[in-house]
């Protein structure tokens, strides 16, 4: 009875909140709606795809001999990958290189979720941050358009808030009605609530003292090192010359005939395989290197103050008994006040993530600090039964957060909840900031600011819901096929 009472009871409480949030998310459906009918158009007008992809030494042979380039992306992660895709199919004459392999770092260490940000929901309302508020509503459009773009490496996943104070029943009911309502038609799925017995029966391994029920809602889960590759072939089929292995020396720089001033007009690469140097020419170069976006920012300015505040990201692999195998876990409110996932994960399961300052570097490793705080947490979340041992921890990986401040901010000492695309003095291009989920609006933004600061000849966006690689003819049955025709296992096809 009690249990019935604090459900209804939230509808008072949060009325004027849904109201608001509603009001706000009906006005931005509104203006996507409208403005995906072109996207969907655009995408018809998009290059013609390539029937076969080229090889790594071809595409290094067209960097060096393809003439000048409209775009230079410098940098093969998500975002980087994204440009190349937004560029290439706007009919800009592109290329990328990256110095090592696509999606070998931030992009492929993290906690493999697509999602909009429930605790930046709830800061946006409790603050009154229309940003806040911006940036969450553009992520779950994102979420969406992800999930549909490359459905062979992505899917909804339920994910459990277990309750046990009576008070935040309601409170996070709210906060979770919120998130679907400002996800308006692109909701997964509705989020429920569950009583103590059906939640234990749904996750057997939780703590059941004091345990009043929990809330399920959904976001997605993809594979992210196979996400970033895809979006990299894709840019390939449609024509961008992409090279991994293929570093930056030093940027190249030209006189403007107009001005006089010096431009960036391309860089000094190096094959990191056979060591042999050569340069590729761009009418515009974008810096797409996350954590070590300053360090191709001073190869354009030395006197360049930094920009990016590196954060480390740790998460632990456990054996797949910790979780069930199609629902996850969210702490809200862990010991030191960070957010906690316990995620089912290639009949493994991830919990993570941590947030400390860190040094830049190409390969991070994690902390014992780390990886005891995590188990920590996990402790606090499992019953009893459940030993959570050191022993437990099958692999770990540390991905660093590009995290940024707004070079044109007043406040240089805030950082961006956002990601930044900043234009230099002579040119150059920045992207940093933002987070895996958005990746494709950072790209189009980004390519927005190239086209307009160097006059380039292109038209808009046309990557909204265009199918990554791997995309076409796949079915949730395809699997079967390779079964029975090639004799695979069912894990394996």
């Given amino acids: 009875m ?17 109201a608001t949030v509603f009001g706000l998310s009906q006005f931005s459906q509104y203006r996507n709606k409208h403005g995906a009918l072109v996207q969907v158009e655009a995408v018809e007008g998009a290059p013609a795809r390539k029937e076969h992809l080229p090889t790594r030494e071809q595409q290094l042979l067209a960097l060096q001999t393809s003439g000048e380039f409209d775009v230079l992306v410098i940098g093969g992660g998500a975002t980087g990958c994204g440009c190349a895709l937004d560029a290439a199919t706007r009919g800009l004459k592109t290329a990328l290189v990256e110095r090592d392999d696509f999606s070998s770092g931030t992009s492929s260490r993290s906690t493999k979720l697509i999602h909009g940000g429930v605790r930046y929901l709830q800061k946006a309302i409790m603050n009154l941050d229309f940003e806040q508020y911006r940036m969450v509503k553009e992520a779950l459009e994102e979420r969406a358009n992800l999930l549909q773009s490359a459905p062979h490496l992505s899917a909804p996943l339920p994910i459990m808030l277990p309750i046990y104070k009576w008070w935040q029943l309601p409170y996070y009911w709210v906060g979770i009605k919120l998130y679907d ?3 308006g038609s692109q909701c997964l799925k509705s989020s429920y609530v569950l009583t103590k017995t059906r939640a234990l029966e749904l996750f057997p391994m939780l703590r059941r003292d004091k345990l009043v029920g929990a809330i399920v809602y959904y976001d997605g889960q993809h594979n992210d090192a196979r996400m970033n590759l895809a979006i990299a072939l894709t840019a390939a089929r449609y024509g961008a010359a992409t090279a991994n292995y293929t570093e930056v020396r030093h ?4 006189a403007d005939t107009g001005s006089g001033r010096q431009r960036v007009c391309g860089a000094r690469c190096r094959d990191v395989i056979t060591g042999k140097e050569f340069d590729v020419r761009a009418k515009c170069v974008i810096n797409a290197t996350g954590p070590f976006t300053d360090s191709i920012r001073k190869m354009d300015d030395q006197e360049v103050p930094n920009i990016c505040q590196p954060s480390a990201g740790v998460h632990i692999v456990m054996p797949g008994y910790y979780s069930p195998d199609n629902m996850g876990l969210l702490d809200p409110a ?5 957010v906690i996932f316990f995620l089912p994960w290639e009949k493994m399961t991830i919990a993570g993530t941590t947030d400390s300052p860190t040094d830049v570097t190409s390969h991070p490793i994690p902390t014992e600090e780390d990886i005891n705080f995590i188990l920590s947490e996990v402790r606090n979340y499992l019953g009893a ?3 959570v041992r050191r022993g437990d921890v099958l692999a770990a990986w540390s991905g660093i957060r590009p995290l940024v401040t707004n070079p044109d901010s007043k406040d240089t000492q805030s950082l961006s909840r956002n990601h930044v695309v900043t234009v230099s003095n002579s040119g150059l291009i920045t992207i940093a900031g933002g987070k895996w989920t958005t ?14 600061e160097h006059r380039l000849r292109a038209g808009s966006c046309k990557t909204m819901r265009l199918q990554l690689e791997g ?8 699997y079967i096929r390779l079964v029975q025709d090639y004799g695979l296992e069912s894990e394996v096809s």
């Fill in 2 to 18: 009690a249990f019935r009472k604090a459900v209804k009871g939230t509808a008072l409480v949060g009325g004027g909140a849904i």
């Fill in 439 to 452: 990746y494709r609006a950072m790209a189009r933004d980004t390519v927005d600011a190239a086209v307009r």
């Fill in 471 to 478: 995309a076409q003819d796949w079915s949730p049955t395809l």
């Fill in 181 to 183: 309502l400002v996800a």
């Fill in 334 to 338: 862990t010991s030191d006040g960070r």
């Fill in 251 to 254: 940027l190249l720089k030209s």
């Fill in 385 to 387: 039964d459940v030993e």
